[in-house]
């Protein structure tokens, strides 16, 4: 089944403490994209990857990294997770930049 | 950067239509998506237009006029299951970065 997969779904963590959410795409896209998602902001874009080794910033991308070292992963890391990060997290993926997104079910971040 | 206006929330009855409509401001255009998200789901595509004109899907209908930065979603014989956010966005082209933008989505509530 072509899907795009976060993990994890939920986490609860505290300041400062590091973490990466997965994303894995079975589909073979070259476009990868994460967003948040926040009351009354919408989906604001935090990084994009056009193909491998390529990453650029989007609208939000402070506080966060990217990585695409292979072409079905696009991890984003939080180095030193804040309070402001808490969210709700997407990560989608395309055929290429003009093709319709494909969406994971997203990752509720809480950062106490 | 982009700017993308959607009203915040709209009302209709069942088996009637609605318009929902998109202004931008963009320093490079490269087509613009509607995506529909219900409560607590990730958003799924809806339609992408590229070109002037009006793209036709089943019950769905989408405009786009470049010169005036406006787009719309029409949706027809509306049902129950239409209740949910849709949201507008519009994507960069090589002069402007290829990010996506999303506006702040329109809620749409479908009555008896």
């Known amino acids: 089944e072509a899907q795009v997969t976060q993990n994890p779904r939920y986490l609860i963590t505290v300041t400062g403490k590091k973490l990466t959410v997965t994303c894995s795409q079975n589909?073979?896209?070259?476009?990868m994209s994460w967003y948040r998602q926040d009351p009354g902001l919408g989906l604001r874009q935090i990084y994009y990857?056009?193909?491998?080794?390529?990453?650029d910033k989007g609208d939000v991308p402070e506080g966060y990294k990217v990585s695409r070292k292979e072409k079905r992963n696009f991890p984003l890391i939080l180095e030193s997770p804040s309070p402001n990060q808490t969210s709700l997290y997407f990560c989608a993926s395309s055929l290429v930049v003009d093709q319709p997104q494909h969406f994971g079910d997203g990752t509720r971040l809480s950062i106490l | 950067g982009q700017n993308i206006d959607q009203p915040t929330e709209m009302t209709a009855t069942e088996g009637a239509i609605v318009q929902i409509n998109c202004t931008y401001q963009?320093?490079?255009?490269?087509?613009l998506f509607w995506y529909q998200q219900h409560a607590g789901e990730a958003p799924t595509f809806l339609s992408y237009?590229?070109?002037?004109g009006l793209e036709e899907k089943g019950r769905f209908s989408s405009f786009l006029s470049r010169s005036k930065g406006y787009s719309y979603l029409l949706l027809k014989e509306l049902q129950m299951k239409d209740s949910a956010s849709y949201l507008c966005a519009v994507r960069g082209n090589s002069n402007s970065g290829y990010a996506l933008n999303f506006g702040k989505g329109t809620s749409l509530l479908v009555t008896p």
């Open positions: 589909m073979n896209h070259e476009y």
């Open positions: 990857s056009m193909n491998v080794e390529v990453t």
């Open positions: 237009n590229v070109l002037d």
């Open positions: 963009t320093s490079g255009f490269n087509g």
